[in-house]
C-alpha cells in the first residue's frame, strides 16, 4: 500500500517458504504450515523485486522450514512448542510409507513400469521377455506361498511309542484291522499264536501306557524293551480261528 502509494507497482504474492526434507524418502515435504506471503515491486531496470523481511529476521525458517525449526531455539523464539522427536520420526515414517505408496501404486505409470523393467534387467523388453518374467514371478510367489502353508500346516511329529507300536505290528505279522484297539489286536493275536499271548500282552500293557499315560522316557524304554524282545514272525504258524 504505501508503495503504490509512492507510485511504485507492486504486487503480493503468495506461496510457500521453507520446508522439510525426509530423510527416509530423501524428499522436501511442504505443509501448509510453511505457507507465506510476500512484496514484490517493481524496479526500472530490475523488474520485479521481492521485499521481505523474514529471511533477515528468521533465516532458519528459509533452511530448514517451520517443522525443523521447532526443534531449535528458534522455535521457543516465536513462541512454538517443541513436539516429541519420536512422534515425529514416526509421522516421517508415515510420510515416507504413503509417498512410496502414491508413487508405486497410485501413481505407477510409464515412467515407472520402465524403471521397474530395467531393475529386472531388461532394457528394451519385448512380449517374450515379460511373459517369462511374469511366469517367472508367478511361480516363485506361488513357491513361496506353497512354503510358508507347508510350514505352517504340516502334520505333527509321529508319537515315539506309535512308532514302537508300528514295529511291533510288523515284527507281529498280523495286520490290525481298521479301527482295532491294541487291546483287541493283542486277543487276536494271541488266538491266532498263543505261544507269544504273554510277549503281546507286555507289549501293548507298555504301549497303553507309553502313549495314554505319563510320557516319559522310562515309558519308552520299557516299550522299547518289550518291542525288541518280542519274538518275530519267522518260524511260527497262525492257526485259523474256529
Not at 530423510?23 to 521485499?51: F, K
Request: proline share 5%.
Amino acid at each position: 500500500m504505501l508503495t503504490r502509494a509512492a507510485g511504485i507497482p507492486s504486487r503480493v504474492v503468495i506461496g510457500y517458504q521453507g520446508g522439510e526434507i525426509n530423510p527416509m524418502g530423501s524428499y522436501m515435504i511442504v505443509r501448509q504450515s510453511d505457507a507465506h506471503a510476500w512484496t514484490e515491486v517493481w524496479l526500472e531496470g530490475s523488474g520485479w523485486r521481492r521485499i521481505d523481511p523474514t529471511a533477515a529476521v528468521a533465516p532458519e525458517r528459509i533452511s530448514d522450514g517451520m517443522s525443523s525449526a521447532r526443534f531449535a531455539d528458534v522455535g521457543i523464539a516465536w513462541g512454538l512448542s517443541t513436539p516429541s522427536k519420536l512422534l515425529h520420526q514416526l509421522q516421517l515414517t508415515w510420510d515416507a510409507l504413503n509417498a512410496k505408496w502414491n508413487e508405486w501404486i497410485l501413481g505407477y505409470g510409464p515412467e515407472n513400469q520402465e524403471s521397474f523393467l530395467q531393475w529386472l534387467g531388461m532394457e528394451d523388453p519385448d512380449w517374450r521377455k515379460m511373459l517369462l518374467t511374469l511366469v517367472g514371478l508367478v511361480a516363485a510367489a506361488l513357491a513361496v506361498i506353497s512354503a510358508l502353508l507347508l510350514r505352517r500346516y504340516r502334520p505333527p511329529r509321529k508319537d515315539p511309542a506309535a512308532i514302537l507300536y508300528a514295529r511291533f505290528l510288523q515284527k507281529a505279522g498280523l495286520a490290525a484291522a481298521t479301527g482295532e484297539t491294541p487291546l483287541s489286536y493283542a486277543a487276536r493275536l494271541a488266538d491266532a499264536d498263543p505261544d507269544i499271548e504273554r510277549a503281546a500282552n507286555r507289549v501293548t500293557s507298555c504301549y497303553l501306557s507309553a502313549r495314554y499315560g505319563e510320557s516319559n522316557e522310562t515309558s519308552l524304554r520299557r516299550l522299547r524293551e518289550a518291542v525288541g524282545e518280542f519274538p518275530g514272525r519267522a518260524g511260527r504258524r497262525f492257526r485259523r480261528a474256529g
